[in-house]
Each structure stands twice: as structure tokens, then as C-alpha cells.
């Protein structure tokens, strides 16, 4: 079966410190991949997402990059954090090729920026 | 790009009671998804819908999808407590989940 892991679960850092969030799927190949960012309470806003190695397509200008290196691995980073990027992440897969399948999600990463 | 309103966007409700939530779009949706999370996790699919007109059931929940694929419902009967949550509709493509707004669910015991 397939799982989706996503680390870590909380993370505290200062205004202007580096981030590096990860996720990794298993189970399953060619993966298409995505990072969401959650206000509190509120809808899922579509960061990044990548249909394959290398192939990120970013939605919405921001401090934020992202970057596919292996198959199932999907990484979101910034090189110096605002306050603004606190919030809830969220990785997702779904499998390639096929519509109308579901989302997959880990278990997220809520950052808050100090 | 396309924005999918959510209404409403809170509600507090007793165990027991009735509850439609909505979701509306300007644009056709190809088809579209419900989804449901709890504090602190990931949203976990509920329903797809395709078909103009469709709808589901999961249990005492009701899916409907507009005739002209512009909205759909969501309709819980004799809600629990267990329905708790922030309801997520989601326009989907072969790639690409669009969200919308949310609406955040509590039922009172």
C-alpha cells in the first residue's frame, strides 16, 4: 500500500532562518506531488506542484521554492523565513495520469516563524 | 484562476440536526471532490462527483452536484459530534487540486 510521510510535525524558527520541509511517498512510482499552505481554519492554498523529477510549477509568487531530486521525494525550502510563512503545510501525492483520483495527504508541518 | 466559495463558513450546530454546506463556483467544474479534516491532520477524500445532476451518499451524508456543474452540496442528516470537522470541496484535473474556502463544522453533544 502506499503511505506518505512528511517531517517534521512542528517546527519553530526565526525570522530570517533557513527551512527545509521533506516528504517522501512510498508504494507506489512517478508520483504527482504537491505542497499546500493552511491558514488557520481555512482552505488549502496550492504552493508548488510537480508531475515529475525536476518539473516543479510554482502558483503563487513567494519566499518559498520547491524541489522534486528522486522520484518520490518532494522538498519545500526557503532560504530566509518572515513571519508571514507561519502556518500549516501540507504534502500531497496523487497518482499520475489518471483523473478525477483522490489527494493523498501526510499528516503536515505547522511552522510558526518567531 | 478559479475560485471556489464556500458557505458558510463556520456553523455550530446541536447533535441531531440537519445541515447543508455549499460550494460555488463562476466557472463549469469538470468534476469535483469533498473532503474532510480534523485539527491537526491532512483532509481525507469523502466523495467525487462528475455528472451534472449526480448525487451520492456516503451513510447520512448527501452529495449533489449542480445540473450545470457550477456548485454542489453537501447535506448531513442527524448530525454527531463524530462530524466534526472542516469540510473542503476541491475542483479536480488530471494533476492540479484546486481548494476551496472551508467550512468549519461543530456539532454539540
Known amino acids: 500500500s502506499q503511505t506518505i510521510h512528511q517531517w517534521p510535525a512542528t517546527l519553530v524558527q526565526p525570522v530570517g532562518s533557513p527551512l527545509s520541509l521533506e516528504c517522501t511517498v512510498e508504494?507506489?512510482?512517478?508520483?504527482?506531488l504537491y505542497w499546500y499552505r493552511q491558514a488557520a481554519g481555512r482552505g488549502l492554498q496550492l504552493l508548488f506542484y510537480?508531475?515529475?523529477?525536476?518539473?516543479i510549477s510554482s502558483e503563487v509568487p513567494q519566499n518559498l521554492s520547491a524541489s522534486r531530486p528522486q522520484d518520490r521525494q518532494f522538498i519545500l525550502s526557503s532560504k530566509k523565513l518572515l513571519l508571514s510563512d507561519s502556518g500549516f503545510y501540507l504534502c500531497?501525492?496523487?497518482?499520475?495520469?489518471?483523473?478525477?483520483?483522490?489527494?493523498?495527504f501526510g499528516q503536515g508541518t505547522r511552522l510558526t516563524v518567531v | 484562476t478559479q475560485l471556489l466559495e464556500q458557505s458558510p463558513q463556520f456553523l455550530s450546530i446541536q447533535e441531531g440536526e440537519n445541515l447543508t454546506v455549499y460550494c460555488n463556483s463562476s466557472?463549469?467544474?469538470?468534476?469535483l471532490q469533498w473532503y474532510r479534516q480534523e485539527p491537526g491532520e491532512g483532509p481525507v477524500l469523502l466523495v467525487t462527483?462528475?455528472?451534472?445532476?449526480e448525487v451520492k451518499k456516503l451513510k447520512r451524508l448527501t452529495f449533489q452536484f449542480g445540473d450545470a456543474r457550477k456548485d454542489s452540496s453537501l447535506h448531513i442528516t442527524a448530525a454527531q459530534p463524530g462530524d466534526t470537522g472542516l469540510y473542503l470541496c476541491?475542483?479536480?484535473?488530471?494533476?492540479?487540486?484546486?481548494f476551496g474556502t472551508g467550512t468549519r463544522l461543530k456539532v454539540l453533544a
Open positions: 500531497a501525492w496523487s497518482p499520475s495520469g489518471r483523473k478525477n483520483t483522490e489527494a493523498f
Open positions: 508504494g507506489t512510482s512517478n508520483p504527482n
Open positions: 510537480s508531475v515529475g523529477i525536476g518539473q
Open positions: 466557472s463549469v467544474f469538470s468534476s
Open positions: 462527483v462528475v455528472t451534472g445532476g
Open positions: 476541491s475542483l479536480t484535473g488530471t494533476y492540479k487540486y484546486i
